[in-house]
T-cell receptor, first 114, second 116 residues
Framework: SQQGEEDPQALSIQEGENATMNCSYK?????LQWYRQNSGRGLVHLILIRSNEREKHSGRLRVTLDTSKKSSSLLITASRAADTASYFCATYPSGGTSYGKLTFGQGTILTVHP | EAGVTQSPTHLIKTRGQQVTLRCSPISGHTSVYWYQQALGLGLQFLLWYDEGEERNRGNFPPRFSGRQFPNYSSELNVNALELEDSALYLC???????????????FGPGTRLTVL
């Protein structure tokens, strides 16, 4: 079963608008990562946030992590048509039998209209 | 720097056949991971290799197996193919996870397997 759950499942916006995607998870984690996938191709790593971090920025991306609520959000500012893709959160659990298992959510499909 | 490479790009097999998929990690990466992305099921962790050994596996039957070579490249083998094995198989690599560094994984373009 998927540890992460993304919300919403699909998001449709206009170019220039901001896009916010949320992710919830169930167990304690070492870190949480966000990936992008274009049209069923390989995943592109976007950003990694560790369990002791609360916010991280990379270009137009802003990620927050709330370990007390077991949730994260990805904000893409000033979106572009090229941002159209599926976005996944993935968590590295803190050891145990899940050692090494990066667990993905079901993803959010983002469509940015020109 | 070359990224993760996978071969072949596409593959069509029939039920009961066997298939081998190949992956070359980024230079310097020793951990290699395999994932299955089937329609409607999302990305599922399959296997993790490091230093030539299987370190962990997901909830998949034993007909899914693989190995890692001394140059850290890896193969995924699937025996007795079933229709539900049709999926995109993704390989990823990272710096060694057995050192305790939970770093980002870098993914290859995937192999699209269709089982008829």
């Amino acid at each position: 079963s998927q540890q992460g759950e993304e919300d919403p499942q699909a998001l449709s916006i206009q170019e220039g608008e901001n896009a916010t995607m949320n992710c919830s998870y169930k167990t304690s984690i070492n870190n949480l990562q966000w990936y992008r996938q274009n049209s069923g191709r390989g995943l592109v790593h976007l950003i990694l946030i560790r369990s002791n971090e609360r916010e991280k920025h990379s270009g137009r991306l802003r990620v927050t992590l709330d370990t007390s609520k077991k949730s994260s959000s990805l904000l893409i500012t000033a979106s572009r048509a090229a941002d159209t893709a599926s976005y996944f959160c993935a968590t590295y659990p803190s050891g145990g039998t899940s050692y090494g298992k990066l667990t993905f959510g079901q993803g959010t499909i983002l469509t940015v209209h020109p | 720097e070359a990224g993760v490479t996978q071969s072949p790009t596409h593959l069509i097999k029939t039920r009961g056949q066997q298939v081998t998929l190949r992956c070359s990690p980024i230079s310097g990466h020793t951990s290699v991971y395999w994932y299955q992305q089937a329609l409607g099921l999302g990305l599922q962790f399959l296997l993790w290799y490091d230093e030539g050994e299987e370190r962990n596996r997901g909830n998949f039957p034993p007909r899914f197996s693989g190995r890692q070579f001394p140059n850290y490249s890896s193969e995924l083998n699937v025996n007795a193919l079933e229709l539900e094995d049709s999926a995109l198989y993704l390989c990823a690599s990272s710096s060694s996870l057995i050192t305790g560094n939970y770093n980002e994984q870098f993914f290859g373009p995937g192999t699209r397997l269709t089982v008829l």
